[in-house]
């Protein structure tokens, strides 16, 4: 903690210490570039109150670590943030969220309605999703306004952006309702990047949201597996077997099979997710990747899913996937129009409806805490 001691000291000697041992750091090679070494003294020169000692100790000894993990440029990327903590340009940012899921399937809800960009970098969203080093969720959610409504953005867990998230769009109906402290029922009209969605928050709780049409177009999807037009039952060699793919987006792209050319039905417990999942999510065919669901038939109004994400991995439920396995189920002849989709989470109601080609999914979402967390550069 030396740079504490030296910032503590407060006067021009204990930061001329300081800038001094910024230029050697430890002992052995001293870090970052000489311009770097002398902008840093320089900058501790000019500390004054300005200097955030907190973040500033704590880049230090990041920057510390970081050489003693080796890599030169992630070396000089910390070193960077030191000047610019001690110049006071980059100051804590504190972030109130509420953390909610619908059926397993977790979010960090964050109230953007004074912003029209997310208030968050992609790479702070990854920090945040982290179950272990952060507040764990399978991506987050930025509410904002649009006009007289609302907008919903979401980042996966990996950073990435997706159009759309029924478990995530559920959850932003009863987060809505918490900011305008409105009862059930009430309706929102949300946009997404998957264009309007309605939502019906129903008195017994339950979430009814009208998510669209289905788009089955390979362009559309997107994927290769065909030139133009559906993609239903395609054969699709992933680890050295030929599945049978159908293809669906509800604004997002999903890759349906219920098992092997050929073959029996999918045993879903039995899948080797973790090892299978991303071979389909990378998938040459799939230039945009891709959610994939596999899917077990119960019956002709009972289906049964596991479901690997694109940008979050494994997780518990994925509102657009139970979607797009019942347009799959029905285009392969396997189910009808309204079907139970049990996820490891819990079940989802979902009818494809044949008067307006629509989807309606409905299930819960569930308030789990809020608090809120310093953000880190
Ligand atoms: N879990 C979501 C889907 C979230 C987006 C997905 N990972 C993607 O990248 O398309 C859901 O409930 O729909």
Redesign the pocket.
């Known amino acids: 903690m030396a740079l504490r001691n030296h910032l503590l000291l407060g006067n021009r000697a204990g930061a001329a210490a300081f800038g001094g041992e910024c230029a050697a750091f430890l002992p052995g090679k001293p870090l970052g570039t000489r311009a770097q070494r002398l902008a840093v003294r320089r900058s501790v020169l000019l500390w004054g109150a300005r200097a955030n000692l907190d973040s500033a100790t704590d880049l230090f000894t990041d920057a510390a670590t970081g050489r003693a993990g080796g890599g030169s440029v992630k070396l000089e990327n910390r070193l960077e943030k030191v000047f610019d903590v001690v110049k006071g340009k980059e100051s804590k940012r504190t972030l109130e969220f509420v953390k909610y899921h ?1 059926i397993g ?1 977790d979010f960090i809800m964050v109230n953007n309605l004074d912003s029209p960009v997310p208030i968050i970098t992609p790479a702070e969203a990854v920090r945040l999703c982290d179950r272990h080093t952060g507040i764990g969720g ?2 987050v959610i930025f509410v904002m306004r649009d006009n007289e409504n609302y907008q919903m953005r ?1 980042y ?1 867990s990996d950073g ?1 952006e ?7 769009i559920r959850c932003v109906a009863k987060y809505l309702a918490e900011l305008e402290k409105a009862t059930a029922p009430q309706s929102y009209k949300v946009l997404t990047l998957a264009g309007y969605m309605i939502l019906e928050l129903r008195e017994d709780g339950q979430v009814c949201v009208d998510m669209g049409p289905p788009y089955l177009e390979a362009a559309e999807i997107p994927t290769k597996l065909a030139a133009k037009g559906e993609v239903v039952k395609a054969p699709l060699v992933v680890d050295g077997k030929t599945w049978s793919v159908t293809c669906v987006s ?1 604004g ?2 999903h890759c349906i099979t219920f098992g092997e050319e050929g073959g029996e039905g999918l045993n879903v417990d039995a899948i080797p997710l973790e090892q299978i999942g991303p071979l389909f999510e990378h998938h040459e065919m799939f230039p945009a ?1 891709t ?1 994939t669901e596999f899917v077990e038939v119960i019956s002709r109004t009972h289906l049964k899913m596991r479901v690997w ?4 991995g494994a ?1 518990q ?5 139970a979607c797009a396995l019942v347009v799959a189920a029905v285009k392969e002849g396997r189910a009808e129009r309204n079907c139970t989709v049990d996820l490891p989470g819990g079940p989802l109601e979902i009818e494809w409806r044949e008067s307006d080609n629509h989807i309606y999914m409905t299930g819960p979402a569930e308030r789990v805490f809020q608090g809120s967390v310093v953000l880190r550069n």
């Open positions: 619908g399937n399978d991506g979401i996966n990435t997706p159009e759309m998230c029924g478990n995530g509800m997002n792209p990747r959610n994400e694109r940008g979050a997780t439920a994925c509102g657009t996937g």
